[in-house]
């Protein structure tokens, strides 16, 4: 759902889009697939590499890169984790030529099912470079249609198990 403009992050307005889905797959295998960065490429066809993140995992203050193709583009987007409480909440600040904050929240739901709910806050900047990619995402379906898209990679992930 797009929830429209919202002010964070001082007087620059954010575009704020989330989703929420049921996973068939416990609590903790969500977390397991969700928590780690080096799935990204699996989904999202922009994002073409991932380096820098740890083999032993995320903590507070992890930083990694993000490679992104699209529309023949190519840029770099910079990742921290800002906040993690595993395994139902994390938050990482994006960087580069897409300003964003990411929340992901994990609950237990009955019979070893999981609610995954993303939610992110962004802006693209970077002039000319910027204006092309916020277009190709409108052509794309915008920014929501993206997000869902991505989320039901993650649950089948999950579920695959």
Do not use: C
Not at 16 to 40: G, I, K, M
Not at 132 to 155: D, E, F, N
């Amino acid at each position: 759902m797009v929830e429209g403009l919202v002010e964070r992050y001082g007087d620059r307005p954010m575009t704020r889009v989330s989703t929420t889905v049921e996973v068939e797959a416990p609590l903790e295998r969500v977390w397991e697939v969700v928590s780690d960065p080096r799935n990204l490429p699996r989904w999202d066809r922009h994002i073409t590499a991932v380096e820098g993140v740890p083999d032993s995992g995320l903590e507070e203050g992890t930083t990694y890169e993000t490679e992104l193709r699209f529309m023949g583009l190519h840029s770099h987007v910079h990742a921290e984790v800002e906040e993690l409480d595993p395994p139902s909440y994390a938050r990482i600040r994006l960087s580069g030529l897409l300003e964003a904050e990411v929340i992901t929240r994990l609950a237990a739901l009955d019979g070893g099912r999981t609610r995954l709910e993303q939610v992110v806050d962004f802006e693209f900047r970077g002039g000319t470079l910027a204006r092309m990619a916020s277009r190709g995402l409108r052509l794309t379906g915008g920014p929501a249609i993206a997000l869902r898209r991505g989320v039901a990679a993650q649950k089948r992930q999950a579920e695959e198990g």
